[in-house]
């Protein structure tokens, strides 16, 4: 079955750029969804279908998905962007969702 | 605007069967899949399944399929999932999420329901 793939971790410092991937057999080919968690709360799309914010989403936030990884970018990271980070896809040959591992983002 | 509210916390033992509830509410129901999606404390989330309300289209994770049931009560724009049998491994939070389609994003989510199963 497919297997999304995440870093455990990454830390970047305030007013940095943080880059977290996701990376799946040919993910370039179907449509990636990204959520934000942070600790006690319900996850939040942040991106979906590869590349769109939904309304209320920074602009800081964007993301990309070509060949077999994707890409979630935060640009100027805050303090408050730190938080859990999953990708998620539908795998239509299994015909049922799944999510990556997550990425725990730690602002230094 | 689209909210989704589920069930209150339980505490159940072993074996116990147990149904747990998501009521949506602000957007047309019948039209859109509600996924349940689990996160053991301190672990990542799982996608565990997902039904159109409309015609109660139901497809299930193979880690989930046979261990649980996700249905749908149009009439009371609800959608139950269900375990027969519980597990301590089914300790978790468990949420609730509306998608447009099946390859769409999970765009609103349940507050998530505490399942705790303890002898």
């Known amino acids: 079955s497919y297997v999304l793939t995440q870093p455990p971790s990454v830390s970047v410092a305030p007013g940095k750029t943080a880059r977290i991937t996701c990376g799946g057999n040919?993910?370039?080919?179907?449509?990636v969804h990204w959520y934000q968690q942070k600790p006690g709360q319900a996850p939040v799309l942040v991106i979906y279908?590869?590349?769109v914010r939904p309304s209320g989403i920074p602009e800081r936030f964007s993301a990309s998905n070509s060949g077999n990884t994707a890409t979630l970018t935060i640009s100027r990271v805050e303090a408050g962007d730190e938080a859990d980070f999953y990708c998620q896809v539908w795998d239509s040959s299994s015909d049922h969702g799944l999510f990556g591992g997550g990425t725990k983002l730690t602002v230094l | 605007e689209v909210q989704l509210v589920q069930s209150g916390a339980e505490v159940k033992k072993p074996g116990d069967s147990l149904k747990i509830s998501c009521k949506g509410s602000?957007?047309?129901?019948?039209?859109?899949?509600i996924a349940w999606v689990r996160q053991v404390p301190g672990k990542g989330l799982e996608w565990m399944g997902i039904i159109y309300p409309g015609d109660s289209d139901t497809r299930y994770s193979p880690s989930f399929q046979g261990q649980v049931t996700i249905s749908a009560d149009k009439s009371i724009s609800t959608v139950f999932l269900r375990w027969s049998g519980l597990k301590a491994s089914d300790t978790a939070i468990y949420y609730c999420?509306?998608?447009?389609?099946?390859?769409?994003?999970?765009?609103?989510w349940g507050q998530g329901t505490l399942v705790t199963v303890s002898s």
């Open positions: 279908s590869d590349t």
């Open positions: 040919d993910i370039g080919g179907i449509s």
């Open positions: 602000g957007y047309s129901f019948n039209n859109y899949w």
């Open positions: 999420a509306t998608y447009i389609s099946t390859s769409s994003g999970g765009d609103s």
